[in-house]
């Protein structure tokens, strides 16, 4: 059965300090791979996306995310946090042959410190 | 503003009560989606609707019921609660037809059962 790993469930940082944040998925086939984003209280909202192409995705909010075919791997980067990205991220992926079904992972709760 | 919505926002029940969580869209998307968030386990597809008049199980369908009511509407039932189905509930939408911009998510039902 197809996972996602999310290995990091919780990260701390301090304003300023860079993010990387793993995601693997278990799906040797054609995968649309993307990251949401839960502020406090809040729904998830779509961060970024990859379908094909440049494997480095930008999304909103200076994240961004390379697609790593070889290792099976999505990791989301921020060069410098803010403390507004205090919120979870989760990573999902669709398989080619799925429909529209994604699959989560597990989510990485981020706080980032004034 | 367009987009999903769930009703109601909290609700707390007891053991074998039931109720009825309601999710509209007013995107004109095919598809819709029930998912439970639990902390650590990311979100779990409980029941999705492909298209108006189908539904299938998702991951975790026990002591769930649906109903597509029609393209707008999918409803999830509980009808027997169980303090195992506190969590919290998102409903989501995709159009699969034109070009895949993942779900786009209600604002969720906290449910505790007691």
């Known amino acids: 059965a197809q996972s996602v790993s999310q290995h990091n469930h919780h990260v701390i940082l301090s304003e300023a300090a860079s993010l990387e944040l793993g995601c693997n998925y278990s799906y040797g086939g054609t995968v649309n791979l993307f990251w949401y984003v839960q502020y406090p209280g809040q729904h998830l909202q779509l961060l970024l996306k990859y379908f094909s192409g440049d494997p480095l995705v930008k999304g909103i909010k200076g994240f961004e995310a390379e697609f790593i075919k070889s290792k099976f791997s999505f990791n989301l980067r921020k060069p410098s946090v803010q403390w507004s990205d205090t919120a979870e991220y989760f990573c999902a992926v669709r398989r080619g042959n799925a429909g529209n079904m994604l699959t989560f992972g597990g989510g990485t709760r981020l706080m980032v410190k004034p | 503003n367009a987009g999903v919505t769930q009703t109601p926002k909290f609700q707390v029940l007891k053991t074998g009560q039931s109720m009825t969580l309601q999710c509209a869209q007013d995107m004109n998307h095919n598809s819709m989606y029930w998912y439970r968030q639990d902390p650590g386990m990311g979100l779990r597809l409980i029941y999705y609707?492909?298209?108006?008049?189908?539904?299938d199980k998702g991951e975790v369908p026990n002591g769930y019921n649906v109903s597509r009511l029609n393209k707008r509407e999918f409803s999830l039932r509980l009808e027997s609660a169980a303090p195992s189905q506190t969590s919290v509930y998102f409903c989501?939408?995709?159009?699969?037809?034109?070009?895949?911009?993942?779900?786009?998510f209600g604002s969720g039902t906290r449910l505790t059962v007691v």
């Open positions: 609707s492909a298209s108006e008049g189908t539904t």
């Open positions: 989501a939408s995709s159009d699969p037809m034109n070009s895949w911009h993942g779900y786009t």
